[in-house]
């Protein structure tokens, strides 16, 4: 069974850290690997994709690699604000290739002032 | 640029009312699902479309039933709510590159309390 697993389950940082999330998944098949960010009541908005030709893709101060060999993900946030607490989830596609995502559980992120 | 568009955003139900949930997508994508998101469980999916007319079960289907008669819609039945379905629920669409990557967008969710 497919697994995505992330670590930790929370985090809380003062203003202007760096940070990274971690992302691990168990098929190393998978094509590729989706971050994305949840406000609190709110939906999920997709941060970056890594396709399955990159090992990362980067959008302004958020950096994510993927390394399928090892079968971990990280999500770097530079200069961490109060505006990037949210939770963060990654999500790894089934490899039957129906559109079906796996989910970790996420990370809760609290960037204090 | 309307994406994914479900509604209602908020229901309240009472035991044993029957009501659909409504998704539809204006990207032309082959692939639709919903999951449902609950604390602690995160996300899980209750059923998943591969294209028009095809339909199958997730990891929590109990409960529900779907129905895809065109690409753009895929409404989520729930045929006696029950307290236990109080959740937030969740559509996605995705679409396959030639490379085999897939991407996924997601509608902003209907907040469903059953009581």
């Known amino acids: 069974k497919q697994e995505v697993t992330q670590i930790p389950a929370a985090l809380s940082v003062p203003e202007g850290e760096n940070l990274v999330l971690n992302c691990s998944f168990t098929?190393?098949?998978?094509?590729?690997l989706q971050w994305f960010r949840q406000d609190p009541g709110k939906g999920l908005t997709s941060l970056l994709l890594i396709q399955s030709s990159q090992r990362e893709q980067t959008s302004g101060r958020l950096n994510a690699s993927l390394d399928k060999s090892s079968g971990r993900s990280t999500l770097y946030i530079a200069a961490s604000q109060p505006g990037d607490s949210a939770t963060y989830l990654c999500?790894?596609?089934?490899?039957?290739?129906?559109?079906?995502?796996?989910f970790g559980q996420g990370t809760t992120l609290q960037v204090k002032p | 640029n309307a994406g994914v568009t479900q509604t209602p955003k908020f229901q309240v139900l009472k035991t044993g009312q029957s009501m659909t949930l409504q998704c539809a997508q204006d990207m032309n994508h082959e692939y639709m699902s919903w999951y449902r998101q609950d604390p602690g469980m995160g996300l899980r999916l209750i059923h998943y479309s591969v294209g028009a007319g095809i339909t199958d079960q997730g990891e929590v289907p109990n409960g529900y039933n779907v129905s895809r008669s065109t690409t753009e819609d895929f409404p989520l039945r729930l045929l006696s709510a029950a307290p236990s379905q109080t959740s937030v629920y969740f559509c996605?669409?995705?679409?396959?590159?030639?490379?085999?990557?897939?991407?996924?967008?997601f509608g902003q969710g209907t907040r469903l309390t059953v009581v």
């Open positions: 999500a790894a596609p089934s490899i039957s290739n129906t559109g079906k995502l796996i």
């Open positions: 996605a669409s995705s679409y396959r590159s030639v490379a085999g990557d897939t991407e996924a967008f």
């Open positions: 098929d190393s098949a998978i094509y590729n």
